[in-house]
């Protein structure tokens, strides 16, 4: 009986390596290094098209502004032999940062779009944030009649005339606060962190306010620490806008000592303007060529945004972000 159950098995046995022979392997699935699962890699050729056109469009981006700061940096001699632009200064002078400089208009004027930028940018963000705290509680006072006139606003701006008459009844021609007061609350910005706000749990507010914790007191030590990404983003935004304003000033200020850079570069770049004969008494020397001259203008108007940029980039990703689609 044990020899016929042995046979058995051995049959058996033997049958199933049979048909395991017969069968035909399983292919071998293919490892895809990727960095979305199931993407297959770009081919090599590919990928260097994509390199190639990514390398033009940074040289696209790159070039020109190099070229303005070689121009400015460059001589009398090679600006007017390149005719107007330069690639690379083969003497590099500052006599063209120099002549502006001490000519006194373009210092004035930085220093007014700095002292305008800054102080705009400070009463904006703080009248941004409480306006849009209080739109996000939901049930404070006015909170539909003030989110609708600010929904309003969006779609309908107010016109240069109107404008100008208001500023000139307001006693606020040739005044810096002309400068500052029209556009200091944006309704966009107002919605964007408004949503924001909205995103914070209700639960840490209900905790502060157990603990004897009053609404500006809840703001100030629990809503802006958490949306320190979308105030940093939000007043990179309003620094921007302060910074490359020109049309108010324009309109409003009749002096020219109270000039902004941005109206300087306007007035010397855009309309081609000339330098006065009191800007080369006062370098004590031939002015260097008008091209070396607006870039350097066009050079000073771009390094204050260039050195605030990098502090706010840690913010800027996680703040473009806010009321995207999430998947």
């Not at 895809?32 to 940074?58: F, H, N």
Request: overall charge positive; proline content about 6%; some cysteine.
């Amino acid at each position: 009986m044990n020899a016929a159950q042995t046979a058995t098995t051995e049959r058996a046995t033997a049958t199933d390596r049979a048909a395991a022979t017969a069968a035909p392997k399983a292919p071998r699935r293919r490892r895809v290094d990727s960095a979305i699962p199931g993407q297959t890699p770009a081919s090599p050729p590919w990928r260097a098209v994509k390199s190639l056109l990514l390398l033009i469009c940074c040289l696209l981006v790159a070039v020109p502004f190099f070229s303005i700061i070689a121009t400015s940096l460059a001589g009398t001699q090679q600006v007017n032999e390149a005719g107007g632009f330069v690639l690379w200064p083969d003497h590099p002078t500052v006599d063209a940062y120099r002549a502006i400089l001490q000519g006194g208009l373009v210092s004035r004027a930085l220093l007014v779009s700095v002292g305008v930028t800054a102080v705009g940018t400070a009463l904006s963000l703080l009248s941004s944030v409480t306006l849009a705290y209080g739109l996000s509680r939901p049930g404070s006072f006015g909170h539909k009649p003030v989110l609708m006139t600010l929904l309003f606003s969006m779609l309908f701006a107010p016109g240069v005339i109107p404008s100008y008459l208001l500023i000139k009844q307001l006693h606020l021609i040739n005044s810096y606060w002309s400068l500052i007061l029209p556009t200091m609350v944006s309704a966009f910005n107002v919605i964007v962190l408004r949503s924001f706000f909205m995103s914070i749990p209700g639960e840490l507010t209900d905790a502060a306010r157990i603990d004897g914790a009053n609404a500006a007191q809840i703001l100030r030590r629990v809503v802006v620490p958490l949306s320190r990404a979308a105030i940093a983003v939000v007043g990179l935004f309003y620094a921007v806008s302060y910074w490359n304003a020109f049309f108010n000033a324009m309109l409003y200020m009749n002096e020219s000592a109270k000039w902004p850079m941005q109206l300087v570069l306007r007035t010397y770049v855009v309309n081609n303007s000339a330098i006065g004969a009191g800007q080369a008494s006062a370098a004590g020397s031939a002015l260097p060529p008008s091209q070396a001259l607006q870039a350097a203008i066009l050079v000073l108007s771009i390094v204050p945004i260039v050195i605030v940029y990098p502090f706010l980039q840690r913010h800027l990703t996680k703040g473009v972000m806010i009321g995207a689609v999430k998947g």
